[in-house]
C-alpha cells in the first residue's frame, strides 16, 4: 500500500475537502441525505463517492480501453480509507466497488465490504427510502434522478402513473406523494418490486390503488394495448442493456428505444405524458418525427447540483396534448377525456436542482 503517492491522496484529500465546503450547506438546505460528494473530479482518481447518511459508498471507474480496472483493489482500499477519515466515517461504514464499463457487468467481484451487511433507509425531501450499500453494485436509490422524482411528483396529482423498469420504486413513492389517482410498478425482479413494496410502504401509499407487476416490460405494454386501460403519466427509465433469462431475448437502448417509445406513447390518455430518460454514454434519442409528439429535452431541468459536471443522464418529456390532433384521434378514437385536474397548491419537493451552467 505504501507505492500508492502521497500526492494522490492528498489531493484526494483537497478535492473532497472543496465539495465538502459547498454540498454539505447544499443538502442541509433540501434535507437531502444521500448525495454524490465525488465525481472523478481529478483525471487520475477515478471514483464516484457517495454520501448516504453517515455511510460511504465508493466506487472505482473501470477505464473504457481496457478490461480491468485502472489501479485495483488494493488502491480502491487506500483511498477509500482515505475518504473516510476525510470525513470522520469508520471504515466499517464504507463500502468499496467497482464500477465497470462494460456491458452487463456487476462489477461485485472486486468489492471490498464491510464484515456485515449496511441496509439502512435514508430521507430524501421528506421522502423515507432504503438502501442497501452491500449487496449490488447499485444501492436501489439513483441519486442523479432526484430531481426528476421531485418532476414526477409535480405531474401526478390526481393521475394514473405507470412506472416502468421500477426498480426500487423511487418514482412511484414521489408520484403517490405528489397525490396520483393509482401508481403501476413494472419490473422484471420480484426482489426489487418487493423492495418497492417496502419503500411505498414506508411513505404511506398503501392499497389496491398501487400495483406491482412483476414483468417483462415489453410484455406489459403488448397486453395493454389489447386493453382500454390508459395512464396519464409513464416513467420510463430503461437499462442500458439487459441480457436476463427471464425476458424475450436480450434488450439494448440503442436498439430498442423507438420501439419502447411508440409502445408507451400508444398507452398514454389523451392529454398524457411520458417521461424518458436514459444513462447510456453517447444515447442519441431517435423517433419518427410524424408518429410522436415533439420531444422536449429535460436533461438541464432534472440535473441536481452534484451531478452538474458529470450530467450521467439524459430526459425528454412527450406531452401528447401537444401532439397534432390526427395522431390523437389515431391513437385514442374521436372522444379525448380531459386531462385530470392538477391542483395549483400543489408543489414538487425541494429535490436540490442544479443551477444551469
Same mark, same amino acid.
Given at each position: 500500500?505504501?507505492?500508492?503517492?502521497?500526492?494522490?491522496?492528498?489531493?484526494?484529500?483537497?478535492?473532497?475537502?472543496?465539495?465538502?465546503?459547498?454540498?454539505?450547506?447544499?443538502?442541509?438546505?433540501?434535507?437531502?441525505?444521500?448525495?454524490? &460528494?465525488?465525481?472523478?473530479?481529478?483525471?487520475?482518481?477515478?471514483?464516484?463517492?457517495?454520501?448516504?447518511?453517515?455511510?460511504? !459508498?465508493?466506487?472505482?471507474?473501470?477505464?473504457?480501453?481496457?478490461?480491468?480496472?485502472?489501479?485495483?483493489?488494493?488502491?480502491? &482500499?487506500?483511498?477509500?480509507?482515505?475518504?473516510?477519515? =476525510?470525513?470522520?466515517?469508520?471504515?466499517?461504514?464504507?463500502?468499496? %466497488?467497482?464500477?465497470?464499463?462494460? @456491458?452487463?457487468?456487476? *462489477?461485485?467481484?472486486?468489492?471490498?465490504?464491510?464484515?456485515?451487511?449496511?441496509?439502512?433507509?435514508?430521507?430524501?425531501?421528506?421522502?423515507?427510502? %432504503?438502501?442497501?450499500?452491500? #449487496?449490488?453494485?447499485?444501492?436501489?436509490?439513483?441519486?442523479?434522478?432526484?430531481?426528476?422524482?421531485?418532476?414526477?411528483?409535480?405531474?401526478?396529482?390526481?393521475?394514473?402513473? &405507470?412506472? +416502468?423498469? *421500477?426498480?426500487?420504486?423511487?418514482?412511484?413513492?414521489?408520484?403517490?406523494? *405528489?397525490?396520483?389517482?393509482?401508481?403501476?410498478?413494472?419490473? +422484471?425482479?420480484?426482489?426489487?418490486?418487493?423492495?418497492?413494496?417496502?419503500?411505498?410502504?414506508?411513505?404511506?401509499?398503501?392499497?389496491?390503488?398501487?400495483?406491482?407487476?412483476?414483468?417483462?416490460?415489453?410484455?406489459? +405494454?403488448?397486453?395493454?394495448? %389489447?386493453?382500454?386501460?390508459?395512464?396519464?403519466?409513464?416513467?420510463? #427509465?430503461?437499462? =442500458?442493456?439487459?441480457?436476463?433469462?427471464?425476458?424475450?431475448?436480450?434488450?439494448?437502448?440503442?436498439?430498442?428505444?423507438? =420501439?419502447?417509445?411508440?409502445?408507451?406513447?400508444?398507452?398514454?390518455?389523451?392529454?398524457?405524458? &411520458? +417521461?424518458?430518460?436514459?444513462?447510456?454514454?453517447?444515447?442519441?434519442?431517435?423517433?419518427?418525427?410524424?408518429?410522436?409528439?415533439?420531444?422536449?429535452?429535460?436533461?438541464?431541468?432534472?440535473?441536481?447540483?452534484?451531478?452538474?459536471?458529470?450530467?450521467?443522464?439524459?430526459?425528454?418529456?412527450?406531452?401528447?396534448?401537444?401532439?397534432?390532433?390526427?395522431?390523437? @384521434?389515431?391513437?385514442?378514437?374521436?372522444?379525448?377525456?380531459?386531462?385530470?385536474?392538477?391542483?395549483?397548491? !400543489?408543489?414538487?419537493?425541494?429535490?436540490?436542482?442544479?443551477?444551469?451552467?
Amino acid at each position: 500500500m505504501s507505492s500508492i503517492p502521497e500526492g494522490q491522496k492528498n489531493a484526494l484529500i483537497q478535492a473532497i475537502k472543496r465539495r465538502q465546503r459547498h454540498l454539505w450547506p447544499w443538502a442541509k438546505r433540501y434535507n437531502i441525505e444521500a448525495f454524490r &460528494l465525488y465525481d472523478a473530479d481529478q483525471g487520475d482518481i477515478p471514483l464516484e463517492i457517495d454520501v448516504y447518511g453517515n455511510y460511504l !459508498h465508493v466506487c472505482e471507474i473501470e477505464r473504457e480501453d481496457a478490461g480491468s480496472a485502472i489501479y485495483g483493489p488494493e488502491w480502491r &482500499l487506500v483511498m477509500s480509507d482515505v475518504a473516510a477519515r =476525510t470525513l470522520g466515517v469508520p471504515m466499517s461504514r464504507t463500502a468499496t %466497488k467497482l464500477r465497470p464499463r462494460r @456491458r452487463g457487468g456487476e *462489477g461485485t467481484d472486486e468489492s471490498i465490504l464491510p464484515d456485515s451487511r449496511i441496509e439502512l433507509w435514508i430521507e430524501e425531501a421528506g421522502l423515507r427510502f %432504503k438502501v442497501n450499500l452491500t #449487496d449490488y453494485l447499485d444501492t436501489g436509490l439513483f441519486l442523479h434522478h432526484r430531481v426528476t422524482r421531485g418532476m414526477v411528483a409535480d405531474l401526478s396529482m390526481n393521475q394514473n402513473v &405507470l412506472n +416502468l423498469f *421500477g426498480y426500487t420504486g423511487g418514482f412511484s413513492v414521489y408520484a403517490a406523494a *405528489g397525490g396520483a389517482a393509482s401508481t403501476t410498478s413494472v419490473d +422484471l425482479s420480484g426482489n426489487y418490486l418487493k423492495w418497492a413494496q417496502e419503500n411505498m410502504e414506508a411513505n404511506g401509499a398503501i392499497g389496491g390503488m398501487h400495483q406491482f407487476v412483476q414483468q417483462d416490460v415489453s410484455t406489459f +405494454l403488448r397486453e395493454k394495448q %389489447k386493453t382500454n386501460m390508459r395512464y396519464d403519466l409513464i416513467i420510463c #427509465d430503461p437499462p =442500458t442493456f439487459s441480457n436476463s433469462r427471464a425476458m424475450e431475448g436480450t434488450f439494448d437502448i440503442g436498439r430498442d428505444h423507438p =420501439t419502447l417509445i411508440k409502445d408507451c406513447l400508444s398507452l398514454l390518455s389523451a392529454q398524457g405524458m &411520458l +417521461l424518458f430518460s436514459s444513462n447510456a454514454r453517447n444515447f442519441r434519442l431517435s423517433v419518427p418525427k410524424t408518429e410522436t409528439p415533439r420531444p422536449v429535452s429535460l436533461t438541464n431541468e432534472t440535473m441536481p447540483e452534484d451531478f452538474a459536471r458529470s450530467r450521467p443522464h439524459q430526459a425528454w418529456l412527450f406531452d401528447m396534448s401537444k401532439a397534432p390532433a390526427g395522431i390523437i @384521434r389515431e391513437r385514442h378514437g374521436d372522444t379525448a377525456s380531459s386531462r385530470r385536474g392538477r391542483s395549483d397548491d !400543489h408543489r414538487p419537493p425541494r429535490t436540490g436542482r442544479s443551477r444551469r451552467r
